[in-house]
């Protein structure tokens, strides 16, 4: 969503111009071409005149029939054009049109050369055409867009008019042998593969065609957002058409449930009275065994919903539109990890954007809880079926993504099992959720139902024209079959109508009636054993149990092939596993090509199972999975699941994994290790090998780069490091890709910025995982491909250099306290912070302009901490301070025009932590960020307990304890509720409540905190938890959204003086050490956090100062030698000149600065200072301790 709200004029750079280049093969794509021209750019052309932007585009056409024919030097005239944009840090929009077929135009250095010479000669290019095709296909322009027209196109075509459109040669062949280069290298939001319809030849024989019509929408979309971002300072929402494609399958399988809903009204319309009736600030949940229907109930609640949404129908008495969001778990793949749809509840909210993306669970679920409290937040009504079927993630078992009191705007109905832990977890909470007990059906209903099924089937059988007498049921017989007490449960009536319709006769329905077995679990097993018995049983038995082994169901094509081998369908017994060894090899040689079950026979298997399997499209294209859980619990029971067996428990036996279990996981990771998609390759093999324990194959599949372009995240790649704790330490982790990488530098289809680029993700990955030793050495490698291979390019440098400066910054977080020790961690991580500032103030754009501000922002952190420490020969507390002050201001501006209200909120408090500690100046900073953060995220945010923790401690230094202890108060409550109860901060601030001073208050007050009780020995404790006086803790970052544009008021922007030098700060130890560490938890790698100790952490040991010296002194680059800070002078803020080159200046001195420091000696005048332990304190001394830093 967008942060602006600046003029235009005012954000943009000096040009105003927009480069659009359109690329494409030269004699085809002719309707392409034109289609742009007319549709897309009289639009385009139009939007940005009101943006006063003009666009210039240009055509650029690679290959031809005729190569002969072209002229060298257009394409070279183009690469100028481009080489200039990249040259002035101005990234072109790219709009590359290419076909299934032939896909991605190889560069040099990526494959073998024979392959491109034989790729130029099957599709006439030049040599120049690649060096254009280069800067059009860069991995690091986010601008650009590649259009993939599917190949399904040429089947319409006659013929003999096939040679006018391009096709695949062996020549594109041989290159998709190493997989689809275009999707390793670029995210699939910039993926678009677009269907078109054939409509023959014009005059000149170019093939005329109409396009869909959402092409012309998705091109503007993305066009339109990226000039927003690049030119108007605007953040984009995410292009990400993922969450289209999830959210048409979730209606498509709501609307199929909501058609089988019987009676219900009288819930339907308790859902509907708890929406529309009345402020409810807590959830409604539907609750039922499984069977009765919940999930239907839900579907018919979120179709009548959208229904009224659409038609402007559903408004509230204010005026304002209720935004709906349906989830339904286990509906379509992916649906039962919760991470994704907090994302796509975020995304679909304009909470957040691509710049403020959650790094993981745990943060998608705080801001969810924050925007879901928000009193600002946009009607919403989220609906989600099924919370126990959502997978183990902690913040799932515990609802920490749902706040205790929803904003008055918001509305949440769920449904769960009843007892499930989701459902304990809501009701232990004080505000406990509104419960809905689903009935059984009523008579009535049954009866419905009934009378529809066998309707259903006179229908089918009509339609079949099947010679089978359509069977009849009595009113006598109907009756003895509601009889049954599990017929209340529609799952049960409907499993029983559909085996008495298959396969009982009139002759013996009334004796299969009486024998119909009670539970829905235990006549599905019935189910499963008549499969077993009929004719083409096995492929019956064999489809569910794939279905149930697969990650998240599988395509038709996918069953085919696996169910081909019908000797090989299901488990050996022991006898035959000998050999089946033996004989496997010979015939996996023996099977020469791709062989599928046949079609009459996939039609019978599909026939009967038709009921209980989830609709795929008429195209086929889609999943095949289980309609209802149930049956797949059922197939996983008799499959899956050891025998019971009498065993003598006196005899202690290795538990072993069932043989059911291990084959059919196995017969799937053996089928997805030869797939051609990627993405499936990437969804089931992983996944199998989990399964499996199979941590020697699953190493190697995480080093497969095809799998970690598609899982890596630059902020958090959560599920690598979750398949990697599959595996092993995270030093397993780390020189498995020592490995790959030191491979993939060998290949010689490699290039050097794809080295470079591929060194740098996983040295993020590695720093995700908690080790900055190894993290630091594969950034070295990167920074040295870039200097001495490619240019040290201004866009790199300065994100490895933000990179660095993070290193050390991460580094110094893993310390309980701030002390003179760390001098030499925090010099680096200024020095870096610097460097990276330098550069990154010499490039245009709002996203530069936005890490400029938070890079300065941390530097005033890391100035205030480098005061605490207390100071060092180079800089000075005082002069440390001036120069936070300086920094502050600067990014308060910059975030300022930007209209980025949360980060300008942080940055507030940051300008509050440089105040002198207890003044007035800063507890009105404080309260001015308060201010912004309630109206911005509400209370529950992580940056509200940030403030509430800080405003007490103000009112603690000035002695006004009754008013600390309710800000502590606050802040402990806010952090149990988007945090947890167990979670190390909120620890902390209970802990801090448990003290003696507040805990004397909280009695005088008539108050006791939930963790009271009398015993005497708590007041020992408490004294224990005392925090340790000039000491400073590091805390965690916080992720920011930027959900909404508001005006400031001028209270807000006025600028302060720069305050004076304030007592040393201190602060109190995180509880808890051996926590999860940034995702990933190495037993083997624990950190020694004895409270109380100025000692480094014990994993680093000072590596930085021992093994970076000769790197600063080879691969360094200086600022005042020039080329960055003279070149490339494009300034952001020019009123502050001065101290922009202030700034240079200090990155060129901090290099000489930091090698004389190192050679000098300790300064002993801290060694009266040292605080190896944590001794209590008086009260007096009390009120100067506590940490007013922000994370």
């Known amino acids: ?129 690649l060096e254009v095709m280069q800067g059009a296909y860069r991995e690091d322009n986010h601008n650009s867009l590649f259009l993939i027209r599917l190949d399904s196109l040429l089947e319409k075509v006659p013929e003999m008019e096939r040679k006018f459109l391009l096709q695949s040669t062996s020549a594109s062949e041989k290159l998709k042998c190493s997989g689809d280069k275009i999707a390793q290298k670029f995210p699939p939001a910039r993926l678009i593969k677009y269907h078109c319809e054939y409509k023959g030849l014009d005059s000149r024989k170019h093939t005329k065609l109409v396009f869909d019509d959402t092409l012309k929408q998705t091109i503007l979309d993305f066009c339109k957002q990226r000039i927003l971002f690049d030119f108007c300072g605007e953040q984009p929402q995410s292009f990400n058409k993922q969450d289209n494609i999830i959210c048409q399958q979730h209606e498509t399988f709501m609307s199929l449930k909501a058609a089988s809903v019987l009676g219900r009204t009288d819930v339907i319309e308790q859902i509907e009275d708890y929406v529309f009736r009345g402020d409810r600030d807590v959830p409604l949940l539907l609750l039922g065994e499984a069977g009765l229907g919940k999930s239907s109930v839900l579907c018919k609640c979120a179709e009548i919903l959208t229904h009224k949404s659409r038609q402007g129908q559903l408004k509230r008495s204010d005026g304002k539109s209720w935004h709906v969001f349906f989830h339904f778990v286990g509906a379509v793949p992916g649906s039962t990890n919760i991470e994704p749809m907090l994302k796509r509840l975020l995304r679909s909210m304009d909470f957040i954007n691509d710049s403020n993306m959650p790094r993981d669970v745990n943060a998608a679920a705080q801001m969810c809880c924050s925007m879901l409290s928000n009193p600002n937040t946009q009607p919403v009504i989220l609906l989600v079926d099924a919370l126990n079927q959502f997978s183990e993630e902690q913040a799932a078992k515990v609802m920490s993504w749902l706040p205790r009191k929803l904003s008055p705007h918001v509305r949440c109905v769920f449904s769960s099992i009843s007892g499930s832990q989701q459902h304990r977890t809501l009701m232990k909470r004080e505000t406990k959720p509104i419960e809905l007990n689903i009935s059984p059906l009523d008579m009535a209903t049954r009866q419905a139902l009934v009378n529809e099924m066998l309707t259903k089937h006179h229908g089918n059988l009509s339609d079949s024209q099947s010679d089978t007498q359509p069977l009849e049921m009595t009113p006598g017989q109907k009756d003895r079959l509601l009889a049954h007490t599990s017929s209340e449960n529609p799952l049960w009536l409907t499993v029983a109508c559909e085996q008495l319709f298959r396969y009982e006769t009139s002759d013996t329905l009334d004796d299969r009636i009486e024998c119909l077995p009670e539970g829905v679990l235990n006549l599905l097993e019935e189910l499963l054993k008549r499969f077993e018995g009929e004719s083409g049983g096995t492929l019956i038995v064999a489809t569910l149990c794939l279905l149930e082994a697969s990650a998240a169901g599988l395509h038709e094509a996918e069953l085919r092939e696996l169910l081909a081998d019908e000797d090989k369908l299901m488990p050996p017994a022991p006898f035959d596993e000998k050999d089946e060894k033996e004989t496997s090899e010979k015939e996996t040689l023996s099977t020469g090509g791709c062989v599928c079950l046949s079609e009459g026979k996939w039609s019978r298997v599909f026939s009967t199972l038709r009921p209980y399997l989830r609709p795929y499209g008429d195209s086929h294209s889609g999943r095949i999975d289980f309609y209802h859980t149930t049956l797949s619990k059922a197939v996983r029971q008799r499959y899956f699941q050891k025998k019971d067996d009498a065993v003598d428990e006196n005899i202690e036996v290795e538990e072993e994994r069932p043989v059911g279990f291990n084959w059919w996981h196995k017969k799937l990771a053996d089928f997805f290790a030869n797939v051609d998609s990627v993405d499936r390759y990437v969804e089931e093999f992983p996944h199998q090998l989990v399964c499996l324990e199979d941590s020697y194959r699953l190493g190697r599949a995480l080093c497969d780069w095809r799998v970690f372009d598609v899982l890596y995240n630059e902020e958090f790649s959560s599920q690598i490091l979750a398949f990697w704790r599959k595996v092993g330490s995270a030093s397993e982790m780390i020189s498995q890709y020592e490995e790959a990488l030191t491979r993939y530098e060998e290949d010689e289809s490699g290039n050097e910025e794809g080295v470079s680029v591929r060194y740098e993700k996983v040295c993020r990955i590695v720093i995700q995982a908690g080790k900055y030793h190894e993290a630091l050495e594969l950034l070295k490698t990167a920074l040295k491909i870039e200097e001495k291979e490619l240019g040290a390019r201004p866009h790199r440098m300065v994100e490895l250099f933000a990179l660095m400066a993070e290193i050390y910054d991460e580094k110094l977080k893993l310390n309980d306290f701030v002390s003179p020790s760390q001098l030499p961690d925090l010099r680096k991580t200024i020095h870096y912070g610097r460097k990276s500032i330098a550069i990154r103030r010499t490039l245009p754009g709002a996203y530069h302009r936005f890490k400029l501000g938070m890079s300065l922002m941390k530097l005033a952190f890391n100035m205030e901490s480098w005061q605490a420490c207390g100071g060092g020969p180079e800089l000075s507390e005082q002069d440390a301070l001036t120069e936070g002050n300086k920094y502050i201001d600067k990014a308060l501006k910059i975030f300022q025009e930007l209209n980025d209200q949360g980060h300008y909120a942080e940055a507030l408090m940051t300008k509050g932590v440089l105040a002198p500690r207890g003044c007035m100046e800063q507890l009105k900073l404080y309260n001015q960020a308060m201010d912004l953060v309630m109206q911005m995220y509400g209370e529950y945010h992580i940056l509200t307990s940030r403030l509430y923790i800080n405003i007490g401690i103000v009112y603690e230094d000035n002695n006004d304890f009754n008013k600390a202890y309710e800000y502590f108060k606050k802040w402990a409550r806010v952090s149990e509720e988007i945090l947890g109860p167990e979670h190390p901060k909120t620890l902390r601030a209970k802990g801090v409540l448990r003290e003696t001073r507040y805990r004397s208050i909280a009695r005088r007050m008539g108050e006791f905190y939930e963790d009271d009780d009398d015993n005497d020995d708590d007041e020992d404790d408490a004294e224990e938890d005392v925090e340790n006086p000039d000491m400073q803790h590091y805390d965690d970052p916080i992720t920011l959204t930027n959900n909404q544009q508001l005006i400031m008021e001028n209270s807000l922007i006025q600028e302060s003086g720069v305050p004076g030098v304030g007592p040393t700060l201190d602060v109190s130890p995180e509880a808890d050490a051996n926590v999860e560490v940034n995702g990933y938890f190495d037993e083997n790698d624990e950190q020694n956090h004895d409270s109380g100790s100025d000692h480094e952490n014990s994993d680093n040991e000072n590596f930085y100062d021992d093994n970076f010296e000769d790197y600063d002194e080879q691969y360094m680059l200086y600022a005042d030698a020039g080329r960055m800070g003279d070149e490339y002078n494009i300034n952001i803020l020019p009123e502050d000149d001065d101290d922009d080159d202030e700034i240079i200046q200090m990155a060129a001195r901090d290099h000489a600065n930091m090698i004389r420091g190192q050679r000098r000696e300790r300064d002993n005048r801290y060694a009266s200072d040292s605080h190896e332990s944590s001794g209590t304190e008086s009260d007096s001394e009390h009120s100067n301790t506590r940490n007013n830093q922000p994370d």
Request: hydrophobic share 30%; with cysteine.
């Open 1 to 129: 969503m967008a942060t602006g709200g600046v003029s235009t004029d005012k954000c943009r750079p000096e040009g105003s111009t927009v480069k659009l280049f359109i690329t494409s093969y030269t004699d085809d794509f002719f309707a392409e071409r034109e289609f742009i021209r007319r549709e897309v750019l009289p639009e385009l052309r139009s939007w940005c005149e009101t943006k006063q932007l003009v666009v210039s585009e240009k055509y650029v056409k690679w290959g031809s029939i005729h190569p002969d024919r072209r002229d060298p030097t257009s394409q070279e005239k183009v690469q100028t054009s481009i080489e200039n944009c990249y040259y002035n840090n101005v990234m072109p929009i790219f709009l590359n049109f290419t076909s299934e077929g032939v896909g991605w135009v190889p560069m040099w250095g990526e494959c073998p050369d024979e392959h491109i010479e034989e790729y130029i000669q099957a599709y006439g290019l030049l040599m120049e055409d």
